[in-house]
């Protein structure tokens, strides 16, 4: 192999490796080869990282407008770390800004292992998909990507790729990848690399070049049309090969899912999606957490499925919890009003809720990922390639196809037909079909609406990127402080 590839070697004074911050190139000579096998399936293993609610979900999801982390008396304040992503006043020793790095530039390496260690077609596909999807979270999230020449010792400094370098690094991966990959076809478990998941992680790379390649990462941005028309037929490509709209839009969280579903993690569950917002006394008990605003529940139309499912309270296990948002007076199992046990009142999510001080009913609680029927969690989905499609065509001159687009998704969803569209709309409908499905941040970014919103105390252009870690920056003086921090 040559060139350089993902790892995660530090530099250090010592011989100890580890496995943190880098990108290694690997020879036969200067690498020991792992079963390519073995450490493949390892690496599926790594997706769980994603169904956590902290670190990589949180960076992407907190930091937004459509999510707020309320601490209620002592409950959730964990010294501040949920509430600094609300506010954006995070630094370089935020626990999870570290957690994500880690975790993402370890199985990053793990990949490259399999890439250095004579894998088969297939197996070198697979590991440069998986690569290529971490990576593409490390240059989104930080800038800026440590890597290390097959020739560096592990006492030598790693070199750093810049973001528009990374950028050419992970359209190279999938590139690549395409050739080796299975096609992939519509099925409720998609938890193997795919052709049409690769060609979906194309279409959000060059849907986001214009950030990615800027000399400010702030903005703004230019988005050239040769980039749109290449997102716009990813995105074909995707639908080429059998793609569409659910029939009912929560089936897509559901085992029952049919026709949408193009990558999920096949390690861990989405519980904690339920868990961190359902109260203590629902079924299942929750941990009383996150809620959404009011002002993007109040973007929805009362006919658009996306809104959600009114609990049934027939008996059954878990039929006290609806889908989507939940708000107002909340029913048992059988259908009675739920007490909650810390004020003996009907427990009714309300839609005011503060940062901090919260009583245990404020915030309107969502539900994607029902207890009673949840399917893999999504990694990658159909629908997000069908608004990136609108948004090319809009940004590439063609407002009517993005307003057809547009209007085949809200029409799925039960919503009325738009009679214009612009970027803010567009913008909006991103928030109403993947709320809460973790990567809101990177589209407030590119719709240059990230320092603008709901709770954000510091405006400071400079967080549209997360500080490389202090421990890493240590390690490295290759390494560059982002700007601000």
Known sequence: MTGFALSILSSCTDLAVKEKDSILSVTKDGFTAVDPAGTLASAYVDLGMYTDQANIYSLGEHTTAEMIPPTRGVDWGDNGVWRTLDTHTWDATHSWNLGAWNQLNAASYKCTQIIASSPSTTQAAEAKFLRALHTWYIMDLWGQVPSRDVNQGVNDNPKVLSRSDAFDFVVKDLTEALPGLPDGKPAAENSRANKAAANMLLAKLFIN????????????????????????????????????????????????????????????????????????????????????????????????????????????????????????????????????????????????????????????????????????????????????????????????????????????RGASKLGSVDAAGIFDEYGRELYWEGNKRTIEVRFEKFLTGTGVENKAVGTVLFPIPADAVSSNPNLTQNPGY
């Open 209 to 412: 070049k214009a950030v990615y390649k800027s000399a400010k990462p702030e903005g703004p941005y230019t988005f050239d049309k040769a980039d749109m028309d290449k997102a716009i037929a990813y995105v074909n490509a995707v639908e080429a090969a059998g793609f569409k709209y659910e029939t009912n839009y929560f089936n897509n969280f559901s085992t029952s899912a049919k026709s949408e579903i193009l990558f999920t993690s096949p390690e861990g569950t989405p519980q904690n999606r339920w868990y961190m917002t359902l109260h203590y006394n629902q079924n299942p008990s929750g941990w009383n957490g996150f809620t959404t605003l009011a002002d993007f529940y109040d973007k929805f139309e009362k006919t658009d499925s996306r809104i959600g499912v009114a609990a049934k309270g027939d008996g059954k296990n878990f039929s006290g919890i609806g889908r989507g948002f939940l708000i107002g007076p909340q029913i048992d199992d059988n259908g009675k009003p739920l007490i909650d046990t810390r004020t003996t009142k009907v427990l009714s999510f309300t839609r005011d809720v503060t940062l901090a001080g919260t009583a245990t009913d404020k915030g309107i609680r969502v539900i994607k990922y029902h207890p009673s029927d949840a399917g893999k969690y999504i990694l990658l989905r159909y629908s997000e390639g069908a608004l990136i499609k609108a948004e090319a065509q809009l940004r590439g001159g063609d407002a009517a196809g993005a307003l057809a687009t547009v209007n085949a998704l809200r029409t799925a």
